[in-house]
């Protein structure tokens, strides 16, 4: 009885795989290239849209918002710093380079590198970077 079914089995299994065999074919030769090449086409056209979708959308950035700086008048006088001097050490922090602070502040390169210097001796940072960082630290800007 086990020998009848396994046998039914394998004429049932070889049947089915000639039948899909058969109809693999009829497709194969029924369908034209132009068929294959719309469907690669449109397999290539969804893949475009998903790139550009993945690459155009904007990204959601979230910033804390910390207290609201309070300039540290106290300390500001202490050092002695006068108002464009403060307001290089402002502008160094937003990270322009002396050239474009003169341009700014409407004066010669050598006026901001005396403000820079002058600034370096009060201080007492030998660096743009620690400037900056002290800056921060007296609350001398945001």
Do not use: C
């Not at 918002?65 to 108002?83: C, H, I, M, T, Y």
Request: hydrophobic share 45%.
């Amino acid at each position: 009885m086990t020998r009848t079914i396994i046998l039914y089995g394998l004429a049932l299994a070889v049947l089915v795989s000639l039948m899909k065999y058969l109809e693999y074919q009829f497709l194969v030769r029924a369908l034209s290239t132009e068929f294959y090449m719309g469907i690669i086409a449109l397999g290539f056209t969804a893949l475009g849209i998903w790139a550009g979708l993945k690459l155009t959308t904007k990204k959601i950035v979230t910033v804390q918002v910390g207290p609201e700086f309070v300039l540290n008048e106290a300390e500001l006088q202490r050092l002695g710093l006068s108002k464009r001097e403060h307001e290089v050490l402002e502008l160094m922090a937003q990270g322009l380079t002396n050239q474009q602070i003169a341009d700014k502040l409407f004066v010669s390169l050598n006026t901001i590198k005396t403000h820079s210097s002058n600034l370096f001796l009060k201080l007492e940072v030998s660096r743009r970077t620690q400037a900056i960082q002290r800056g921060k630290e007296l609350r001398l800007i945001p």
